[in-house]
Every structure is written in C-alpha cells, then in structure tokens.
C-alpha cells in the first residue's frame, strides 16, 4: 500500500512540475546593420576664382607679386585615387615696379590627388604661358608643378575651399640669357557643377 501510495504522489508531483507554467524566452530582436556612409566622390567639373600673392625673381632682383584669377577644371574619383585637369587665367602686378608693369598667366595643369573624404590633398604638373607687361614686353612658356589641398564645404559640398602653392621656372626667358623663377600661394574658392 505504501509503495502503491508513494507511486501515485510522485507522479502527481511529476504531473504539477509539467503542467505548470513555464516562462519561454522572447528571441532577441535582431537590429538591421547601420547602412554605413555614402563615400565622397570628387567627380565633376568645377570653376572658381583665386586670390594670388608670391614672388618672381630674375637674375639679380626680387618682385612681390600679388593678382587674382579664374579657373575651370574636371576631377575624375577612382576611390582613394582622383586625377583631372585646369585650365586657368590670372593676371597682377609687381609691387616693386611702377603700376604699369603686369602680368598675366595662362596656365594647364594635370592633377593628382588622394580622396580622404570631403578632404582632397593634391600634386599637380602642368604648362604655363606667361607675360610680362612691360616696354619691352616679354612672354614665354614656362613648366609648373605645385602642391595643394582642397575642403568641401556644407552639407552638399557644392562650394570647395582651398589653398594652392606653385612654382614655375626658366633658365632662358624669352631668350634673354635671364633665368626667371616664379612662385605663388593662391587662396581659391570653387563651386563643383
């Protein structure tokens, strides 16, 4: 009778434990991946304008220059690499000289650069015509090369900021026998199309 009653009580215990409530864990909700951020991309064309100060020396003297200028060009974003070119115009005065010594400078430039996001450091070679406005005149082809760096700016990076440092030299100028070296820091501002 004993072993009769302990066996009913401990399957009617059984029974309580498995027909009790048992809590089932909720599956934890799975949050989508953030989407990550859209890479900058400095492709297009642009123009803009600059405001130029620097130096030209000849064989014996120093000139401070200063001027402004325009300027158009295309940059093409392989990812980290972006290449392009500029076409551009400007155009000053010498300091040292009387008012009506000028020049001006038509320069192309082919652009190498690193994408570092709205960031764009960049190298640049190219060919410049350059005149000088005085009784004689005096004009002559010239290489540049130079360095700069560029930030777009806002929310759309339509307008871009930048610096740009140039030098430009030549041993026979205009075949003179005057060997002429140029060199420039041009603050820019540009809208990209």
Request: glycine share 14%; aromatic share 12%.
């Amino acid at each position: 009778m004993r072993f009769v009653l302990a066996a009913v009580l401990g399957l009617s215990a059984g029974a309580v434990q498995a027909g009790g409530p048992v809590a089932v864990a909720a599956e934890p909700e799975v949050a989508a991946p953030a989407a990550a951020p859209a890479g900058w991309d400095w492709t297009g064309f642009y123009a803009g304008v600059s405001a130029v100060s620097g130096s030209f020396s000849d064989s014996s003297i120093d000139y401070d220059t200063s001027g402004f200028g325009i300027h158009a060009g295309y940059l093409r974003d392989f990812g980290r690499a972006v290449v392009g070119g500029e076409l551009s115009f400007s155009k000053g005065d010498y300091g040292d000289l009387a008012p009506a010594s000028d020049w001006d400078a038509t320069r192309v430039k082919l652009i190498g650069g690193y994408d570092a996001g709205r960031l764009l450091p960049y190298a640049f070679v190219g060919m410049t015509k350059y005149d000088l406005n005085q009784t004689p005149a005096f004009s002559d082809t010239m290489v540049n090369y130079g360095i700069g760096a560029r930030l777009a700016l806002g929310q759309g990076g339509k307008f871009v900021a930048g610096i740009e440092y140039l030098v430009e030299n030549k041993d026979n100028f205009d075949g003179t026998g005057v060997k002429v070296k140029n060199s420039e820091i041009a603050l820019r501002l540009d809208y990209r199309f």
